[in-house]
Structures are given as structure tokens and as C-alpha cells.
């Protein structure tokens, strides 16, 4: 008896190599597999959300230049890339790699938040030289007067002075330097629960002082019981203490400034504001005070002593307590600061903080 010939199927062949494609896939990310006429023969889940592909066809004019020339030259090629047509990606590393002479596999490793903080990183640096430029100038200025005019009484008391004032202006912005440092490194192991009935008692003893020098009246309007969250009590109380610094410095002398404290259960939320009834901020103004450095009024920000810092410290203090800073404000009537962070019994577990915005563009 003749024995029986069994037909085998022909197995279509992958251009993917069996271990190249499970690297391919244990490493993740925007990762697209293309033939040498841009056909693509795998595609990773996370780059199937960028408009690169139309059917099973490259199309994306970069990453179609960058594949042919690493099919040409025969090596891996790494680009630096600036995007607008990449969807949230607007900076990425992107390399093309050849896989065993039959296809290129092309990553994209998105670099938009790292470049944002980058950015965000170094006009910090840039501003707080910019900053420290003047008192430093000032101090050397002073000290070489003060030499020459040694044997002047008068002179020396009078430029002694000036050079205290220079001292405590390089003094407070080395503390909000620090201050900023703390509120944006979103540490939760410092929390505990916190009443904030106590934080606006502490921040408005604080401020009693300089308020009363000022003749200007603190009223203070608490809710009935306790309003409770999580949080560092010192950074709570630095940023309503930054508030009210805020607020005597743009009122009349003879004004009042209100901090109201409220507690929304529905919401789940407590709220703390802050009203003058000071100068107010223009509408165009409003948009940008909580930026670093940023300072709407330049001239009283001078005679005041301020840096600059403390709004930005209000808002990443809030943040860090996945809460908010808003403000409302109209020139000549005053403006209404209020930071609101959620009830502690209505995040028992503590979200993770939320994300700055100014990391991923300068506030």
C-alpha cells in the first residue's frame, strides 16, 4: 500500500524577526515597523493615537525621510524633532533603526513635557539672576560709598541703612526661593490632618503686625466646626500668609482686608479667601500674576519689598494639596484671592497631587 503524501501549507514569512518583535514590544512606546515602501507591518498600541498612518501606509513626510535614509545608509539614525502636526507630541527623539535588511522600525519618544520643564527651568534660573542682579549692584555700590565716605557721620548712618534695606530685599528673596522650591516638590509624607481655622488664625497673627502698622483692620469670618484636610499646616499657612502680605500691600491705609473661611460639604470642599479693597488688577493682568516673577505694578512691588514669588508660591502650595487658586478682581475696588483644597473626608486615600500647568508651559 502506497503510503499517503500529506500537503503542507506554505507559512507566510514576517519581515519582523520573532525577537525583534518581542523587544520590540516589551520596550512600549510610539514604535512603528515599515517595509521599504512604507508599508506598515506592525504598529505599537501608543502609536496608533498619532496621525502617522493612513491605512497600513507611512505617511508622515518626517518619519517617511528619516526611514528611507536609515534604509539608504544602512545604520540607525537619531533626529532631534520639533513637531506641530503630531498631535500632543510637540518635541520628540525619533530613530530609525534597519531589522535584519528587510524593514526599519522607527520610535518616537516624546520629549514635550521634559523640554517644557527645561524651559520652565531655565528662565527660573535666568529670573532669579535677573533679581538678584539689582540688590547685589546696590550692595556693592553702598560698600564703596561707604568706604569713601568714612569719616562722614551722617553719610555713614544714612548709606547704612540703604544697605540693610538691600540686605533684608536679598534676604526675602532667597527665602521665597526656597519657599518655591518646597511648594513645587509636592512631598505628601509631610501631611497630617490639618484644620483650617487654624492655619488662617496662625497666618493672620503673622500679618497682625505690619497690617496694624499700616492702620489697615483684618476682619476674619470662619465657618462653624471644624474644616478639615490633608495637608502640611506650615505650607498652609505660608500661602494664605503670602495673601494676606499681598493684600496689605495693595490697600489704602484706614482699609480692611476680609478672610472669609468656607466649607461646601457637597463638594467636598473648604475654601479660604482673601478680599482688599485695595487698587484691584487689571483684566489683562489677572492671567499672569500667578507666574514667577511676574509682577503687575512694579514700582509699589519696589517699595513694598516684593519679589515676585509669592502668588507662584500660593498656587503650587495649592496645587500640591490637589487644590486650586483663583482670583477676582476689578480695578479700583479691590481683588478676592481664594485657594479651595478638598475635605479630607471626602479624599481619605489622598489623590495624587495635581499636575502644574507652568511644567508643561510657563504659568
Known sequence: MQPRLRTMGTKKRSPVPRRALEAIRAFGGHSVVVTPNFQVVYQSPEAHDL??????????????????????QGQAIVHHQKFTDLGPIEQAEVSATKLAGR????????????????????ELISNI???????VA?????????????????A???????????????????????????AQDRNTERFTLVDLADVVAEACQHEATRAQSEDITIDVITAVGPVEVMGDPSALVTAVDNLLDNA???SARGSRIEVSLTVDQALGQGAIAVADYGIGIDPGDQARIFERFYRSDRARSRRTGGTGLGLAIVKNIALGHSGTVSVRS???????????????????????????PEQETDN
Do not use: N
Not at 51 to 66: A, N
Not at 103 to 112: A, E, R
Not at 337 to 354: E, I, K, Y
Open 51 to 72: 496621525p502617522i498612518v493612513m491605512g497600513q501606509v507611512l505617511t508622515h513626510p518626517k518619519l517617511v525621510q528619516l526611514a528611507r535614509a536609515a534604509w539608504r
Open 103 to 122: 524593514c526599519v522600525l522607527l520610535t518616537v519618544t516624546d520629549l514635550t513635557a521634559t523640554m517644557r520643564t527645561e524651559q520652565v527651568r531655565h
Open 129 to 135: 539672576g535677573h533679581e538678584l542682579r539689582t540688590p
Open 138 to 154: 546696590a550692595v556693592q555700590v553702598i560698600a564703596e560709598t561707604l568706604d569713601v565716605a568714612k569719616d562722614d557721620p551722617a
Open 156 to 182: 555713614v548712618e544714612r548709606f547704612s541703612g540703604r544697605l540693610k534695606v538691600e540686605a533684608e530685599r536679598m534676604g526675602r528673596l532667597i527665602e521665597d526661593i526656597l519657599a518655591l522650591a518646597v
Open 248 to 250: 496689605v500691600s495693595y
Open 330 to 356: 476689578r480695578p479700583g475696588l479691590g481683588s478676592t484671592f481664594t485657594v479651595t483644597l478638598p475635605l479630607a473626608a471626602s479624599d481619605p486615600a489622598r489623590s495624587a497631587p495635581t499636575p502644574d
